[in-house]
C-alpha cells in the first residue's frame, strides 16, 4: 500500500493506476500459477551469472566459489558502529 501511495505521489495518476493494475495482475497471475519466479543466482548458468557479474561492476569475475567466499568474507569481517 506505501508503496501504492508513494507512485501517485511521486508520478501522478496515471502512473499510480498502471502501477495498482499492475500489481493486482501479477497478483492474480501468481495465483493461478502463470507468473514465472525470478531465478535466484545459484539457478544461473555460468555464462550468465558472468553477465550479471559484469553488470555489477565485478569486472574479474573467477567463478562462484570466489564470489561466494568474497561476500561471506565481507560479511565476516563487518563490523556495525
Not at 56 to 73: A, L, T
Amino acid at each position: 500500500m506505501k508503496d501504492a501511495i508513494w507512485v501517485f505521489k511521486s508520478f501522478g495518476l496515471k502512473a499510480g493506476i498502471l502501477f495498482v493494475v499492475g500489481s493486482v495482475a501479477t497478483k492474480f497471475k501468481r495465483l493461478i500459477g502463470l507468473a514465472k519466479k525470478p531465478k535466484r543466482f545459484e539457478e544461473l548458468s555460468d555464462e550468465e551469472a558472468r553477465q550479471l557479474a559484469s553488470a555489477f561492476g565485478i569486472s574479474p569475475y573467477q567463478g562462484r566459489d570466489v564470489m561466494n567466499s568474497q561476500f561471506n568474507d565481507y560479511n565476516h569481517n563487518r563490523t556495525l558502529h
